[in-house]
């Protein structure tokens, strides 16, 4: 019975590494510190009520930026460890399967549960409040997208310690992700950890489209609407489109592996390419889905650091939906060499060359609306500056490794990943660490302190062009990706070697910004917002305190123009007020512990699925569908009423007027 016992053991849980070793450790120490704080100061109650049943889309936004910073060290960690691998030649911290584990969760981790949540928290504080509305359309969903979202980040994460990580690449590539050639449960953590979140993922952006077409408030056309509430409506018409090619694809290639499907096999009719033509399908669009409201923030944070109206609007708003339809018309050059032909890749090169027309166009705006602007260099706006050599350098690569004939000779080689990394990074992560910095006295009532985040900022930027620039180098110099380690004679050391450098550099910024966050939280009352615009805003999430009541706005707003608060400022200094409605009882939603008690039924049967446990998958289920009756059958009294006398003490005490 011990034998049996250890046996198992031995194939279930991670072992034989020090590194995984530490990891469990860290793991039982963190959870432990973390029951203990919460029962030492009896804030169970607190957790469950404000938090883990909330249905707030603040808090819910809140909730997704924690949850995001915590993989994007997870991520970062991860980079570092390859780093170091290659650093120099033939060094042996990571042997290949732990590399390739390794190289797996990274970008995994990075793009769907550090990129995506990041991007779904801002969507989350900013949009409800842009457009005047006091919630989002179906605040129940989106607490259900939120915990789809945590617990299959967590299901992918549980396999660093339980049967093992994935190994086959980020997109997890037939026939190396088939169980022929990967019979552990690391690919079935990868297809159910995708697949739960996913379906979060899915309904959020059907929520959000809905919402911004619903939910505008009086006088809010669509040519008055934000820019970043555009960004996000682009984005989200990508997401209801491209997630289910992804869901569907992720089904098929379970069933090749739990029930001998051979859809992507070779044998029995299936073909491996069909599954890499549908993945990035999901995939090039993917990328256009989280830089697209990054654009959003750079064109807000530009805007108003300068003083100035967005240049172009209109053209921004048709060239991000340009973007959009174009970012379907682009996957086939992500892999020219499979031989479909001349005149199929050079429509994919032309259709991929095109869409770099309304990008120039943005780029032309932000600069044209800084020019004779009054700048002011906040670090929300430092981001967004140097965003823009560094999506310049991504753009003209792109450009390069669009023409098909080229292609062929930067393919798989680290050319493709110093690209991939400059669009992401001086893309993606700067625009919404640039978006983190400008929302957050919105979200917390404070503004965070300027001087670590400056410093934090010149170690992230200089760290940046260190580590990739190097890379396309290496790339030409023949490198190609996915290697664990090299030999002297192929003459890459040096490059990889202060290509290492440039990362730690960029880890030492994100320790500053640890910094940062913990020294705006000692100094909160020095740094307390009392103003609700401390950055001279545009729009209407700046016309309500900090941090955003409850109810969001006392009386929906009446929109008059764009960058109505703008508008409005500028009247009130000419001596112009617009009359204010009554304040009246405010409609909420009441919380909800279904969409957190479901989400743990949906971890439940993914971790059965896992494991081929029916009696795990059978209860999960079982679960889900009896939290769904719940909800459509016995779920009505889901409302209540905020007192129009509470609102008017409420709008008292935070204005100081009482």
């Not at 090169?349 to 990008?359: D, E, G, L």
């Not at 010149?458 to 620039?469: A, K, L, P």
């Not at 971790?607 to 779920?635: E, H, K, Q, T």
Request: overall charge positive; some cysteine.
């Amino acid at each position: 019975m011990l034998d049996k016992i250890k046996e198992f053991a031995s194939t279930f849980f991670v072992t034989g590494d020090p590194m995984i070793y530490g990891a469990d450790v860290s793991i039982a120490l963190a959870t432990i510190g973390i029951v203990f704080v919460l029962t030492y100061f009896k804030k169970w109650g607190w957790l469950w009520k404000n938090w883990l049943t909330t249905v707030d889309h603040k808090k819910v936004g809140i909730m997704y930026i924690l949850a995001a910073i915590l993989m994007l060290f997870r991520g970062g960690v991860d980079a570092l460890l390859m780093r170091v691998q290659l650093a120099t030649p033939d060094v042996t911290l990571l042997h290949p399967e732990h590399y390739n584990q390794i190289f797996t969760t990274h970008g995994t981790i990075m793009i769907l549960f550090m990129a995506m949540p990041l991007m779904f928290g801002l969507f989350n504080i900013a949009v409800p409040l842009q457009i005047g509305a006091r919630d989002v359309a179906f605040p129940f969903l989106n607490a259900l997208s939120f915990w789809l979202f945590f617990m299959g980040a967590m299901l992918f994460n549980l396999s660093f310690v339980i049967g093992g990580s994935p190994d086959a690449g980020w997109l997890s590539y037939p026939p190396l992700s088939e169980l022929q050639f990967s019979p552990g449960v690391g690919q079935n953590f990868y297809i159910w950890g995708i697949q739960i979140s996913g379906i979060g993922s899915l309904a959020t952006g059907i929520n959000f489209i809905v919402t911004i077409i619903k939910m505008r408030a009086p006088g809010m056309t669509w040519m008055k609407m934000p820019v970043f509430t555009w960004s996000v409506f682009s984005s989200c018409v990508i997401i209801i489109f491209a997630f289910p090619i992804l869901t569907v694809t992720l089904a098929l290639l379970f069933l090749d592996r739990f029930g001998g499907g051979h859809f992507f096999t070779l044998d029995f009719g299936g073909n491996p390419m069909m599954y890499i033509n549908l993945i990035w399908m999901w995939g090039h669009p993917e990328v256009y889905i989280v830089v697209l409201p990054a654009f959003g923030i750079y064109s807000e944070v530009i805007s108003v650091f300068s003083k100035k109206k967005l240049f172009g609007y209109k053209s921004m708003v048709y060239a991000m939906f340009m973007i959009a339809i174009l970012s379907f018309f682009t996957w086939a050059h992500h892999f020219f060499t499979m031989g479909s032909g001349a005149d199929v890749n050079a429509f994919f090169a032309i259709s991929t060359m095109v869409i770099a027309i309304p990008t120039g166009v943005k780029v032309f705006n932000w600069l044209f609306t800084m020019y004779r602007g009054k700048i002011t260099f906040k670090t929300p706006m430092m981001w967004s500056i140097a965003f823009i050599p560094n999506f310049l350098i991504a753009g003209l690569t792109g450009v390069m490794l669009s023409v098909a004939p080229a292609d062929f000779q930067f393919h798989n080689s680290y050319f493709l990943i110093a690209h991939f990394h400059s669009a992401l990074i001086g893309g993606v992560v700067f625009g919404y660490l640039a978006g983190l910095y400008y929302w957050w006295p919105k979200m917390f009532g404070f503004t965070l302190p300027e001087t670590p985040g400056k410093w934090a900022f010149w170690f992230w930027n200089i760290g940046f062009y260190v580590c990739f620039i190097p890379q396309y180098s290496l790339g030409l110099m023949g490198m190609t990706r996915r290697l664990s380690t090299y030999g002297w004679d192929t003459g890459w050391q040096p490059l990889n070697l202060v290509s290492t450098v440039g990362a730690f550099l960029m880890g030492i910024g994100f320790l500053f910004q640890v910094l940062q966050i913990l020294l705006g939280i000692k100094n909160y009352r020095k740094l307390k917002d009392t103003t609700g615009d401390p950055w001279g805003g545009h729009t209407l999430e700046w016309s309500i305190p900090s941090p955003a009541p409850e109810y969001n706005f006392a009386t929906i707003p009446q929109v008059e123009e764009r960058d109505d608060w703008w508008a409005e400022k500028d009247k009130r200094a000419k001596g112009i007020f617009r009359k204010q409605p009554p304040i009246e009882a405010i409609h909420m939603p009441k919380n909800s512990a279904i969409p957190f008690i479901m989400s743990v039924f949906f971890f439940i049967a993914g971790f059965g699925f896992v494991f081929g446990w029916s009696f795990f998958y059978i209860p999960g289920l079982i679960g889900v569908a009896i939290c769904m009756i719940c909800r459509s059958f016995f779920s009505y009294d889901g409302d209540y009423y905020i007192p129009a006398d509470e609102v008017k003490r409420t709008e008292a005490a935070i204005r100081g007027s009482v």
